[in-house]
């Protein structure tokens, strides 16, 4: 399994966002900026992660984006789900997917929701404040 881009763009704007979380709020363009990706790349991001209710963004002179809930309270299975979706490694297990050739036989797919469910508890069990800890603050730790 592999995330794509997206996904993997969005782990790492949340997480140089938490970083930001209490210093007041910081714009998409500091973001892309300080991660050195493409902003229009960090805009769309942004974008789907604002729509999720990760981040939240305020206008005005003194806006800009910020978490839209503490860090402790994001997951990476949050982060993940607001760019790609529900976690699942199969799309037979999604409702109305009926694209397999093996669907009438097979006797693995009642046990895929138990490994996308197990898969999802794992990536829930890592916190963004997690993420956002720099290499010294995981040595004092």
Not at 85 to 93: H, K, N, Q, R, S
Not at 106 to 114: E, F, G, K
Request: charge should be neutral; include cysteine.
């Amino acid at each position: 399994m592999r995330l794509s881009n997206l996904a993997d763009y969005a782990v790492v704007t949340m997480t140089a966002a938490a970083r930001h979380c209490g210093g007041g709020r910081v714009s998409a363009a500091e973001l892309a900026q300080e991660i050195q990706l493409p902003a229009p790349t960090v805009q769309k991001v942004v974008s789907k992660l604002t729509a999720a209710g990760l981040l939240r963004s305020v206008r005005g002179a003194k806006g800009g984006l910020q978490l839209a809930r503490p860090a402790a309270a994001i997951t990476l299975a949050d982060i993940v789900e607001a760019i790609e979706g529900p976690i699942a490694l199969t799309a037979c297990v999604d409702s109305g997917a009926h694209d397999c050739g093996l669907e009438q036989n097979c006797a693995v797919r009642p046990h895929w929701p138990i490994v996308n469910q197990a898969l999802r508890g794992a990536l829930a069990d890592i916190r963004l404040t997690q993420l956002a800890q720099t290499d010294n603050q995981r040595e004092l730790a």
